[in-house]
């Protein structure tokens, strides 16, 4: 359902539908809306109770958290909900978060942050992979945090509580409407 708010005209034809008129009029569907704003909580950041990194506790990727499940997963699911929100036409997950921001969708600060965290996400998913490429191994999601430096694996628990923050709110949005 999600990935309908992602679709981007290949090739026009004479009867091609217009997506992006189709995306900025997507925040008048109220039951859309709901269903966006829950797909927006479902994944949630690997942090723990005392909010450090949980990582996998067995199999083969045992010590190791999935970037992508619980990094960049959630953010792209809050832009999608917040970008609609604000009847952003972008598909691109930053746009989206400065969208909702310039609507008052997301506080200015609470977008940034996301933004920031999913930027880090993504280059630390790409610099993984990179590096399992040139290794010969196959690409994979899931990060040591053990392998960070201090500095990243702190930035890293940082980003993982903005994202949280983000989605309790968005769960109160759901408790209270």
């Known amino acids: 359902m999600s990935l309908l708010l ?7 034809h004479d009867r091609a539908p217009d997506v992006l008129g189709a995306l900025a009029e ?11 704003r ?12 005392l909010r450090d990194i949980v990582v996998e ?8 958290f999935n970037v992508k499940r619980g990094g960049l997963l959630p953010i792209v699911d809050i832009a999608r909900y917040a970008g609609a ?3 952003a036409t972008s598909t691109s997950t930053p746009d989206r ?6 609507a008052g ?10 933004q920031e965290a999913f930027e880090l996400f993504a280059e630390l998913r790409l610099e993984h992979q990179v ?18 430096n201090p500095l990243t694996r702190r930035y890293v628990r940082e980003a993982f509580r903005a994202v949280s923050a983000t989605q309790r709110a968005l769960t109160n949005q759901i408790v209270y409407r």
Do not use: C, I, N
Request: glycine share 12%.
């Open 6 to 12: 992602d679709g981007r005209v290949v090739a026009e």
């Open 26 to 36: 997507s925040r008048h569907h109220v039951g859309l809306m709901r269903l966006l």
């Open 38 to 49: 829950r797909l927006a909580v479902t994944y949630r950041p690997p942090t723990g109770f």
């Open 57 to 64: 506790h067995g199999g083969e990727h045992r010590g190791r």
């Open 85 to 87: 929100a604000a009847g």
């Open 97 to 102: 978060l400065r969208a909702a921001a310039d």
């Open 105 to 114: 969708v997301l506080k200015e600060r609470e977008a940034a942050s996301l």
């Open 131 to 148: 590096g399992q490429l040139r290794a010969g191994e196959d690409p994979d999601d899931f990060l040591d945090p053990k392998a960070l």
